[in-house]
């Protein structure tokens, strides 16, 4: 199964592989032999079939002839640095192994990954899961041959359950009467978030951007627009993954309306009057606010957001 390659000598003849990556580059972080030289994944897989079987029919097989984009660098010692002695040597020679790999911190990890993937890299930072100690590895078991923590996506039977594999905590949310049907596959998870982070409206500071691009029709603007919704977040009125109240909403009823529509003549002797209105009457039967004042994002048609 394991046998010594003659094809180094040729390798390093031709130069091919030997330009070590840069200082600031995942690489560059070991410090390597000096004579240690870039050997080629092919020959790494003369001994480690088992490695290349993993890859095999990915993006990442060994025989797509991957490498560090604009180096010479393998596939397999983009990892496991310059694998010329340990080729030389019969697996006795250097090689980064599984100690000096699994003693890496989360941004160690993710380099591994990165060097290749660029582009995730610059929107990993400050996205949801930096920081989190979860690295590219544990989401995408079914690329990296050292396994990660999750089941990788497709093992599920859609996104949301994915996510939801770690977030257990958000489980119950998904399941309230009112919610965003992420379970049923209505939306994913990945409409208001990114995994991978990056966006700022994906990284979830009270934009209401990532919600009106789905429920457009409240955007406005308004001929009547309400205070009380233009310039508020939508999460001060809703939660967003679920709610046992009608709407997703925080609370029900009206203790929503009067947080900010409570005036001192709303108090039963002296009468319920909002906005010069008496509302005793109107608020007899357990009505709530919004089943008269029924557009409260706006209306174009009614000041008081009666739609009539
Ligand atoms: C001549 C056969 C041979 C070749 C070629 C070879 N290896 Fe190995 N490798 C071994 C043997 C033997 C071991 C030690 C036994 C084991 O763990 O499988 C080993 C161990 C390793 C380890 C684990 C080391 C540790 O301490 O955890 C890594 C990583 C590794 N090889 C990577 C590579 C890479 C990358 C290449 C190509 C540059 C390569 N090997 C080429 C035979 C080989
Ligand atoms: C994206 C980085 C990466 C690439 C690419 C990579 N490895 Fe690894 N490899 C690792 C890490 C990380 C470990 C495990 C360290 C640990 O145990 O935590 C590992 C472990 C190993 C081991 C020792 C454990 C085992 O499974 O026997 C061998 C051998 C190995 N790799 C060979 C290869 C070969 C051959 C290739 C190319 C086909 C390759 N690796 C490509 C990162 C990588
Ligand atoms: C040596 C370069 C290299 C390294 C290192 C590397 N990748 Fe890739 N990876 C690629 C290329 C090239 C592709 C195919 C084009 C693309 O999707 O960007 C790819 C594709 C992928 C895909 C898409 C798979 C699919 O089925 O479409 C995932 C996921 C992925 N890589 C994850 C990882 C993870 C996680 C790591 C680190 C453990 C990693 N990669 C390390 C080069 C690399
Ligand atoms: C929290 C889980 C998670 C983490 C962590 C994660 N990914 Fe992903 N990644 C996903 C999901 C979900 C997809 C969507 C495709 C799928 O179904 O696998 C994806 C897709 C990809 C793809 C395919 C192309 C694309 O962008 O859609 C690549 C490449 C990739 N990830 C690389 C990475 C790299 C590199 C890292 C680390 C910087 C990383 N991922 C970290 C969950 C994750
Ligand atoms: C391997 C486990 C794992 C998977 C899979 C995973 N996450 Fe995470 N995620 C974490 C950990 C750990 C944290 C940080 C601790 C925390 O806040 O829960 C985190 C944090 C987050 C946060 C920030 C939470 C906050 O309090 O600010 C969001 C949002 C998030 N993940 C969304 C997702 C989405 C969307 C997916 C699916 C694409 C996903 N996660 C898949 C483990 C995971
Ligand atoms: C409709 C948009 C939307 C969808 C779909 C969505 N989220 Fe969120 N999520 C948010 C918003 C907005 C917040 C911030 C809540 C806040 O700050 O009040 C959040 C917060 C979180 C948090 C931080 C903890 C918390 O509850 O505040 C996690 C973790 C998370 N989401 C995971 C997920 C997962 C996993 C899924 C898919 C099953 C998902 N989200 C689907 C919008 C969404
Ligand atoms: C990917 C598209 C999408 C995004 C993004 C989105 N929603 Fe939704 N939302 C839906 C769908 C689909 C429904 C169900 C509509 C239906 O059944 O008529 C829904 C329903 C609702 C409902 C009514 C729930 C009920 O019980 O009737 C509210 C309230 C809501 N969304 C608020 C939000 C908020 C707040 C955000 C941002 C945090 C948001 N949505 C982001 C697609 C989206
Ligand atoms: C964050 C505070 C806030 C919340 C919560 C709020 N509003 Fe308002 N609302 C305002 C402001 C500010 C105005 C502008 C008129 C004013 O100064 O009273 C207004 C105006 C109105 C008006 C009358 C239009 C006018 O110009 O006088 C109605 C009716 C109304 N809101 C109903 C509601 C209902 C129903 C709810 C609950 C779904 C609600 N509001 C929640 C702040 C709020
Ligand atoms: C002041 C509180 C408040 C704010 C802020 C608010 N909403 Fe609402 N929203 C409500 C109430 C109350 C209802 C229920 C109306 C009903 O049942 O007739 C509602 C209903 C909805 C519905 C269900 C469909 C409909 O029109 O009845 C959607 C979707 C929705 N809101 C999205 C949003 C989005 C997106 C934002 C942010 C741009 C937002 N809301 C901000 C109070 C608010
Ligand atoms: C049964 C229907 C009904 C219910 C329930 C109701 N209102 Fe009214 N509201 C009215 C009517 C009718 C007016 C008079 C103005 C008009 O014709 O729209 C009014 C007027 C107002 C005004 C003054 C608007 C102006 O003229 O400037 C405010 C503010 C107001 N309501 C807030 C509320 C709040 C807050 C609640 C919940 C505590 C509430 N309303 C519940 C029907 C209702």
Redesign the pocket.
């Known amino acids: 199964m394991r046998r010594a390659l003659p094809l180094l000598v040729l390798l390093t003849a031709l130069g091919v592989g030997t330009a070590l990556a840069g200082s600031d580059s995942y690489l560059g972080s070991f410090t390597f032999p000096a004579d240690a030289a870039y050997a080629g994944s092919a020959s790494c897989v003369e001994c480690h079939e088992d490695a290349a079987a993993f890859y095999a029919g990915s993006p990442h097989a060994v025989d797509l002839g991957l490498a560090v984009p604009g180096t010479a660098v393998s596939g397999c010692e983009a990892c496991h640095g310059p694998g010329s002695l340990h080729v030389t040597g019969g697996g006795d020679g250097f090689i980064l192994g599984a100690a000096d790999l699994g003693a890496l911190d989360e941004d160690g990890k993710v380099a591994m990954c990165t060097q290749c993937h660029a582009t995730t890299g610059d929107h990993w930072t400050g996205g949801p899961h930096q920081g989190s100690g979860v690295g590219c590895a544990d989401c995408h078991a079914d690329q990296a041959h050292f396994g990660g923590t999750a089941l990788p996506a497709r093992e599920f039977r859609n996104p949301a359950e994915f996510c939801l594999q770690c977030h257990t905590d958000q489980v119950a949310d998904f399941r309230l009467p009112s919610r965003h049907r992420a379970l049923e596959g209505q939306v994913v998870c990945g409409d208001c978030h990114d995994a991978h982070g990056g966006f700022a409206e994906l990284d979830w500071n009270g934009q ?1 951007s990532v ?2 691009r789905c ?1 457009a029709e ?1 955007a406005g603007p308004f001929v009547f627009e309400h205070d ?2 233009t310039g ?1 977040d ?1 999460t ?3 939660r967003p993954h679920g709610s046992s109240h ?2 997703l ?1 925080v609370q029900d009823g009206n203790t ?1 309306c009067l947080q900010c529509h409570f005036e001192a003549g709303f108090s039963g002797d002296g009468g319920w009057t909002l906005g010069g209105t008496a509302h005793d009457g109107i608020l007899a039967n357990e009505a709530r606010c ?1 089943d008269c004042h ?1 557009d ?2 706006g209306s174009n048609v009614s000041p008081t957001f009666r739609n009539q």
């Open positions: 209401n919600c009106l429920h409240l009380g919704t508020e939508c001060s009125c809703h009608d709407k909403l929503l919004y029924i409260v994002h």
